[in-house]
């Protein structure tokens, strides 16, 4: 139940990521601000999918801690 949780989380984040990427490759954006904003956005949730693929080994396998 929770790896399959935690799949859906990072397929969602997963979406989001691509979604930002294109928005960015499109030309879409105004500004300098506005790109380092999402180049921040994209980054954070970057880091958010390692932390849940992290949480998601250590599930499987709680004694390699």
């Known amino acids: 139940m929770i790896d399959k ?3 859906h ?3 969602k984040i997963d979406d989001k990521i691509t979604q930002l ?3 960015v490759a499109d030309g ?4 300098f601000a506005e790109y380092k904003k999402l180049c921040g ?7 958010a999918r390692l932390f849940t693929i992290d949480l998601q080994e250590r599930l499987k396998d709680p004694e390699d801690e």
């Open 5 to 7: 949780a935690l799949e």
């Open 9 to 11: 989380l990072r397929a």
């Open 21 to 23: 990427q294109e928005f």
């Open 28 to 31: 879409n954006v105004a500004d």
């Open 41 to 47: 956005e994209i980054q954070g949730l970057l880091t």
